[in-house]
């Protein structure tokens, strides 16, 4: 309802709180922030009951507000544009905001890759010839790494720790993405329960610069199967054998990745491993 007791300058007539709420279909919470923010001060406060209201000659400043924050500009940014208003100063807002947008496109290109990524590991795990002995050829694979001998029976949780601390790593990188490694020498006397590092693998997208090491290029025998690491033994055992038949040798280290774990499930059932070894 308009007021009709108060006229605003040039006689303009005046809105209620609530009615200019309506008329711009904003919250009623956001009119009082900007005022008490300065960036729209009512045009008149009645002094006995500190009603709040407004003309149309703020019509236009409360359009320039809500633009601008339609293109995120923080309101640090928006009052200062009204204490210095003039086609400089919001040129110079623009051009600022528009390299926030292009640093944010760039962030959410960095997320959404690493979601494909995600996506199509998972996938490929799930629909996977668990127990098959599948020769790949895999590319070259940054890696931070932690040489340390451990067993099964030791915390996996901790080494990862220790991974995390030796290279500064950011703890929201590391799902799915952390191996271990058998030494090829225990590999050849097929002892499988002693390792000799755990790794983190390194993508673009984590944006991480400091990786001291890499999985090499070339061919690798592979096998995935539903478990974690305590399985592994047998089917180290069939990876050996067919690279035995097969008239392959061994060339380095195993990597031991478990793809889907309690990370992502609680369904022990769903948990997939894949194992690789390198070949000469």
């Known amino acids: 309802m308009l007021d009709k007791d108060h006229k605003g300058s040039s006689n303009n007539i005046l809105f209620t ?37 407004y003309s149309t000659n703020q019509f236009e400043r409360l359009n320039t507000i809500r633009y601008l924050r339609a293109l995120d500009v923080p309101l ?36 959404e890759k690493k979601i494909r990524n995600r996506i199509e590991q998972i996938e490929t795990a799930l629909s996977a010839a668990y127990g ?28 990862i720790r220790d991974l995390s601390k030796e290279h500064c790593l950011d703890d929201a990188i590391f799902l799915g993405k952390v191996g271990v490694s058998i030494r090829q020498q225990d590999l050849i006397k097929r002892q499988f329960t002693h390792f000799s590092s755990i790794f983190m693998v390194i993508e673009a997208e984590d944006d991480f610069h400091n990786e001291d090491s890499v999985l090499p290029e070339g061919s690798y025998a592979t096998v995935q199967y539903q478990g974690t ?51 000469q």
Do not use: W
């Open 76 to 111: 640090e940014k928006i009052s200062n544009f009204f204490d210095e208003k003039d086609v400089s100063t919001i040129l110079s807002i623009f051009m600022e905001q528009r390299e926030n947008v292009l640093k944010k496109q760039k962030q959410l290109a960095h997320i």
């Open 229 to 279: 690491h305590d399985e592994a033994s047998p089917y180290y055992t069939l990876l050996l054998n067919h690279i035995k038949d097969s008239g392959f040798q061994i060339k380095g280290n195993s990597v031991e990745i478990t793809i889907i774990d309690s990370g992502i499930t609680n369904d022990c059932n769903k948990f997939v491993t894949e194992l690789q070894i390198p070949l």
């Open 17 to 53: 709180i609530g009615e200019m709420a309506r008329l711009f279909h904003m919250n009623i919470r956001t009119l009082r922030y900007y005022d008490e923010l300065g960036i729209l001060k009512p045009e008149y406060v009645n002094p006995d009951t500190n009603y709040r209201y």
């Open 132 to 159: 098959q002995v599948i020769i790949k050829h895999l590319p070259q694979r940054k890696i931070v790494l932690l040489e340390k001998n451990f067993t099964l029976a030791d915390d996996l949780e901790l080494l």
